[in-house]
């Protein structure tokens, strides 16, 4: 993806940037980006908006403290924006690679849980059964 695009990362254009540690490739999309948009996203919805399979009934969770899911919300989001920003502060990305990588997790975030989770577990449950 980062070949379709050609997007040269900042200290690429500007000589008087200098990164903190970066590999020399394309920046567009950022991968940094999007995998905290993802990694939050998913651990979200998953361990706390997933069904549960193993359970005894469908409304059935281990996780009912809104102190927990707030905590768990917080970290999410520090950890979505705090990996973005540090690779713009340190000269690695631009502004418009974060924000198409953030984007593009977010998006695959929402993909992963409504559309692979629950066939990808019937498979293994299935596979675990057999």
Not at 57 to 85: E, N, Q, R
Not at 106 to 113: P, R, V
Request: proline share 6%.
């Amino acid at each position: 993806m980062r070949m379709t695009f050609a997007d040269p990362m900042p200290f690429h254009i500007n000589p008087g940037i200098t990164p903190w540690k970066c590999f020399v490739t394309y920046g567009n999309p950022s991968g940094h980006a999007l995998c905290s948009m993802l990694v939050g996203i998913v651990v979200i919805l998953d361990v706390y908006h997933g069904t549960p399979i193993t359970f005894s009934y469908a409304g059935d969770s281990i996780y009912h403290g809104w102190c927990g899911y707030l905590l768990v919300w917080l970290l999410a989001l520090w950890w979505a924006i705090t990996t973005p920003f540090s690779r713009y502060v340190g000269g690695m990305q631009s502004l418009d690679q974060l924000l198409f990588g953030s984007s593009l997790g977010f998006l695959l975030g929402f993909f992963c849980h409504f559309v692979v989770r629950d066939p990808l577990i019937w498979f293994f449950e299935k596979i675990i059964a057999w």
